[in-house]
Each structure stands twice: as C-alpha cells, then as structure tokens.
T-cell receptor, first 116, second 111 residues
Framework: DTGVSQDPRHKITKRGQNVTFRCDPI?????LYWYRQTLGQGPEFLTY????????KSRLLSDRFSAERPKGSFSTLEIQRTEQGDSAMYLC??????????????FGPGTRLLVL | QKEVEQDPGPLSVPEGAIVSLNCTYS??????FMWYRQYSRKGPELLMY????GNKEDGRFTAQVDKSSKYISLFIRDSQPSDSATYLC???????????FGEGTQLTVNP
C-alpha cells in the first residue's frame, strides 16, 4: 500500500506527558499537512510543509505543539505537557508536486490520542 | 459564523435511493471544492474534486458547485449500504494551503 501512513494508530497518555506522532506521506509528495479532528467535527488545519520548510501554522498550534519534517520526507508532530483537551484524532495528509493535482490532499488513517 | 456550514444529519435512506448532500460557505475566495468520505475511526478518503463552478460526475457520484449562491452539492445515485459513512465537504482558496471542512453529514443506507 502506497498511501499515507501514520504511527501509532492509537495513543493513551496521562496528562502532562509528551507524545510524538509520525507521518509518512505518499512517495514523492512534497507537500505535507497536519490536521486535528474532534468527535462530530470536520478536520481543522494545524500546519503545512513544502519539502522540509514549515510554511504555515494555525493559531490552533500552541507553543506546546511542534512539527518537523527533516529532509522533506516523513514528519513528526510532538505535543508537550499534554492536556485533556488535546484528545482528538490527528490526521496527516500529503499532496503531489504536479501542479495539476497539488490542491488534492490525501489523508492517512490518523492517530487517535486520548489524554487521561 | 463558520466559514463552511454542513447539516450534520443524521440522514437515513433506503438502498437504491438518490442522496443529496449540501454545504454552504461564506468565503468568496474559495475556488477548490472537495468531498471526502470518512468511515468510522478512519481517515477521510477523497471522493470528488472540483475547481470553480460546474458539475463533475464520477460513477454514481456527481458534484455540483454554484459559486454565485456559495453552495455545493454531492449526489449519490443508487445508494448502497457500503456508502454508509460521514461525508465531509472541504474548500480551499487559490492561495494558501489549508482545507476548510464542514462538520460532516452522517449517512446511513439501509438494505
């Protein structure tokens, strides 16, 4: 399967702990996005990378959140000092270089985070 | 007011029915319009992608965009139980990277 992959798929942590999620985009997709989705809502944009450069961040991405994409391949999203309000599905998406299709974003299966 | 409004349903139809799903939006800068399908506890799956106004058909699915009314629709013909999912509309400006989603409509197709 050559789709977007995310790891882990599920994470349970205690309030105050740090967590890190990984996303592997579709091969040769140079654009990568992180979104957060809470129950009964649509995904909300967090941040965007083109290659290794982080070009846009949402106001939702507080100081406790940091994302990286070293070498323009996989990406990590870290949440420090987790809070119960961080409980959500964290979705990664990627889109291709081809300018004809770069507006289409393909999503991974998500990482479901539960903060106790 | 949300930029994108979508009736959350739930919507329940019999197998074989024509389903109509809709979103309205307020941001006139939106130029790209998508529909995603999301099964329970899975990531969204891209169904349809449309640029600007007009219609697009793909098998049993038809997407319509009316920019003058700021209204988009997804029609599903001959609906199947396997179509039971949450359908999310999403929109994007020409500039920028983010998709703005509706909250999703939960659809159940009963056999």
């Amino acid at each position: 399967d050559t789709g977007v992959s995310q790891d882990p798929r599920h994470k349970i942590t205690k309030r105050g702990q740090n967590v890190t999620f990984r996303c592997d985009p579709i091969s040769e997709h140079n654009r990568l996005y992180w979104y957060r989705q809470t129950l009964g809502q649509g995904p909300e944009f967090l941040t965007y990378f083109q290659n290794e450069a982080q070009l846009e961040k949402s106001r939702l991405l507080s100081d406790r959140f940091s994302a990286e994409r070293p070498k323009g391949s996989f990406s990590t999203l870290e949440i420090q000092r987790t809070e119960q309000g961080d409980s959500a599905m964290y979705l990664c998406a990627s889109s291709p270089r081809d300018s004809r299709f770069q507006e289409t974003q393909y999503f991974g299966p998500g990482t479901r985070l539960l903060v106790l | 007011q949300k930029e994108v409004e979508q009736d959350p349903g739930p919507l329940s139809v019999p197998e074989g029915a024509i389903v109509s799903l809709n979103c309205t939006y307020s941001n006139s800068a939106f130029q790209y319009f998508m529909w995603y399908r999301q099964y329970s506890r899975k990531g969204p799956e891209l169904l349809m992608y449309t640029y600007s106004s007009g219609n697009k058909e793909d098998g049993r699915f038809t997407a319509q965009v009316d920019k003058s009314s700021k209204y988009i629709s997804l029609f599903i013909r001959d609906s199947q139980p396997s179509d039971s999912a949450t359908y999310l509309c999403a929109m994007k400006e020409t500039s920028g990277s983010r998709l703005t989603f509706g909250e999703g409509t939960q659809l159940t197709v009963n056999p």
